[in-house]
């Protein structure tokens, strides 16, 4: 006898099942949701005994019951337990079940977001936080989509959001960088004028400094990369080292794994050690 975890009532969802129709009933079924196994007999015992408990929740009296997700066994207690080892069994099987689909919702949202899709992943980091209004990545998540559509408010909102205490971890400290890197942006000239001052003076590093910050606003990350590399390999010193330093900034706010940083530290570390 098998339950799909979570549902309502014994009735609308408990059902026998044999070895023949075992793998449609609970493995594909468990693609889908959790599935409690009965695996029992009538001559059993505790079977009997452990019947008034779960009907209690909806679910069938087994003395063996295994969890089936995404079409693997992945929990399981044996004999007749106590009312509140079976309740702490259901609760520790649905919470699992929801922190996987935050971590999916997750990885969904931050890959849209890589892919320039700020609406689409705000809207899974917001079905994230409707279950954990806590969830810090979602949070920082929300504070890059913001930041990617220039709602540079909202984005300082958010931020505030997020306790102190995790003020520092990675996705955090990259939504940071993203929206300070942004307010940055947003005081440089316009993009033509600053490739013109570059162009008529290629040694005006704060003119080429602020054309790598107006770049990186619009995206052009690898354009930023070329200009601030260019001030290192000239005149490292210049501006108290301010080239390298946002350099460091703009890899934490594109993340490790962009392919802007792995190409960029790369190319600063053949800079500075040549």
Known sequence: MLQPAGTATAEASV???TTQTFVKDVIEESKRQPVLVDFWAEWCGP??????VLSQMGIQSIPAVIAFVNGQPIDGFMGA????????????????????????????????LAAGDAAGAADLY???LAEDGSNVPALAGLVRCYVQT??????????????????????????????????????????TELEQKVAANPLDHQARFDLALALNGKGR????LEHLLAIVKRDRKWNDDGARKQLVQLFD????????TVEGRKRLSSVLFA
Do not use: H, S, Y
């Open 15 to 17: 059902k026998d099942t």
């Open 47 to 52: 079977c009997k005994q452990l019947t008034p």
């Open 81 to 112: 337990l106590p009312e509140a080892q079976v309740v702490a069994f259901l609760e520790r099987l649905t919470k699992d079940r929801i922190g996987g689909e935050a971590k999916d919702l997750l990885n969904a949202a931050d890959a849209a």
């Open 126 to 128: 917001a079905q994230i």
């Open 150 to 191: 220039g709602a540079l408010d909202r984005a300082r909102q958010t931020l505030a959001m997020i306790p102190a205490a995790k003020q520092n971890d990675a996705a955090v400290a990259a939504a940071r960088a993203a929206l300070e890197l942004a307010e940055q942006a947003k005081t440089v000239g316009p993009i």
């Open 221 to 224: 990350r690898l354009d930023a």
């Open 253 to 260: 706010a594109w993340g490790p794994t962009d392919e802007a």
